[in-house]
């Protein structure tokens, strides 16, 4: 019986880990979500899905409950009664004169120390059983071994001193094993570049910041940093050296002094208002009433009490006081109208003139104001393939190529001198013949059309 019991009830209690673990996922992402619930006036039907989880873990619940009381009471039913069953037969032998009152009492005395023992040694099996089921998933998740180890590697010094190659990748996401992000991409990004990567959304330009930080491994070919393959690199010194802005900026609760400082370890006062000025973040910063001390809240609650371009320019300046060697920025200035945005890269090409060689810019962005500042463009296609690249100064040079980058899908038109660049929603093929200067030619190449300067 306590074999049977205490196999289910191990099922049960990993049933129940697993609900709770949904539980707690629905409860954080739905939290977190409250504005976005609220404004598609979505709450009763996130409400129910809630309860649906609740009455899960009840329903499971319930059943261990159920379970256990069926189990308890049959156990105590059955002892209670072979106690009755012993007394009854017991007082019938004494009346026979077939054994003492002596007897009886000390073979009851025995009867109850082994019943209660076997019953406690049955209980200990199922509660044994019960921790062993809600154990198992702990065990699973200590025994996942990483993919990629942070700590393990070399630690090169000369590490930074040459150029970033992307040679031959292939790559899909583990969920997606099915749709390839790159074929076959090679890219090369000399030491001290200003390089911007463009192209429509979902050509796999974030997926480039993600294999040059490592959170993924190509499924072949590889990512190298002065001929060194990153996969032999001790991770956290190589991320060490690069400073990564994504597009939704993670603050901590806080100030905003503490948000700037956390990845160094002590910065002086004069470091943290070099990197808020360079952010563009310093005006603002000191326009509220506590200035670098002023209080923000966590922004994954989205309460951290600051306009999202704010909060990407606080982000920004957290990065740039680590002074990284490799900077990498995606679409990191997409919430700041045009002209702060063009004020950032401004400061950001000044930087990287300033700092000749010491520091490489990689920007993924979409708008012109943050791609005209670049030395070179890359530009992408749908299927992750390189269509463009080019030096702007060359490309400007060139009265035979009068640069232009179109991607149709993209939406988005580049040609002439920069002055002429012309941006469109959706632009159709008809619509970049009508745009392009007379006598241009219009080339098709892959994931959008060339316009030429000459025919
Ligand atoms: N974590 C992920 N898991 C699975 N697929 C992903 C993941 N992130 C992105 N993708 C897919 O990979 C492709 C490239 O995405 P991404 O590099 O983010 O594009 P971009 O930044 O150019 O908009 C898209 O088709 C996207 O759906
Ligand atoms: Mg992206």
């Not at 996922?25 to 619930?37: A, D, Q, Y």
């Not at 001290?192 to 959304?201: F, K, Q, T, Y």
């Not at 241009?440 to 892959?446: G, H, I, W, Y």
Request: aromatic share 10%.
């Amino acid at each position: 019986m306590s074999t049977v019991y205490g196999r289910r009830i191990k099922q049960l209690s990993r049933t129940i880990q697993d609900n709770l673990g949904d539980m707690t996922k629905v409860t954080e992402e739905k939290l977190n979500g409250l504005k976005t619930i609220q404004s598609f006036a979505q709450q009763t039907k996130v409400v129910h899905e809630y309860n649906q989880e609740i009455k899960k873990i009840f329903n499971s619940s319930m059943l261990e409950g159920k379970l256990s009381g069926i189990y308890f009471s049959g156990n105590g039913f059955l002892g209670n009664v072979t106690m009755i069953g012993l007394l009854v037969i017991g007082t019938n032998f004494i009346g026979r004169g077939d054994i003492s009152i002596g007897d009886l009492s000390s073979f009851m005395m025995y009867a109850v120390y082994t019943g209660s023992s076997v019953f406690g040694l049955g209980n200990f099996y199922t509660e044994l059983m019960k921790g062993i089921g809600a154990a198992e998933r702990i065990f699973e998740l200590i025994e996942l071994k990483p993919k990629i180890t942070t700590s393990l590697g070399e630690k090169v010094k000369d590490l930074t001193e040459g150029d970033i190659k992307f040679s031959n990748i292939r790559f899909n996401y583990p969920s997606r094993s099915d749709t390839p992000v790159f074929n076959n991409l090679n890219l090369g990004i000399k030491r001290g570049e200003h390089v911007c990567i463009v192209g429509p959304s979902g050509s796999g330009k974030s997926t480039i910041s993600q294999l040059l930080l490592r959170f993924y491994d190509p499924i072949s070919g590889g990512v190298t940093v002065n001929n060194h393959d990153i996969k032999d690199l001790n991770l956290n010194f190589y991320r060490s050296l690069i400073g990564y802005v994504q597009q939704e900026p993670l603050l901590f609760s806080g100030t905003i002094r503490e948000n700037i400082t956390f990845g160094v370890k002590d910065a002086s006062d004069e470091e943290i208002a070099y990197a808020a000025k360079l952010s563009n973040a310093y005006d603002f910063i000191m326009e509220f009433p506590d200035g670098f001390d002023t209080y923000i809240g966590p922004s994954s609650t989205g309460s951290a009490q600051l306009s999202g371009g704010q909060k990407q320019r606080i982000s920004l300046a957290r990065t740039l006081i680590k002074h990284p060697k490799i900077l990498v920025l995606d679409e990191a200035t997409s919430a700041l109208d045009s002209h702060l945005e063009e004020v950032v890269m401004r400061n950001l090409s000044q930087l990287s003139r300033e700092k000749t060689g010491e520091i490489t810019i990689l920007l993924i962005a979409h708008r012109l104001s943050t791609i005209k500042n670049s030395e070179r463009i890359i530009v992408l296609n749908n299927h992750g393939e390189v269509v463009e690249d080019g030096y702007f100064s060359v490309l400007y040079s060139d009265p035979d190529i009068g640069f232009v980058f179109f991607a149709a899908i993209w939406g988005v038109v580049v040609y002439g001198p920069v002055t002429s660049w012309v941006q469109l929603s959706h632009a159709p093929a008809a619509r970049a013949r009508a745009l392009a200067p007379s006598g241009a030619r219009l080339v098709p190449v892959a994931g959008g059309i060339r316009i030429t300067a000459r025919g």
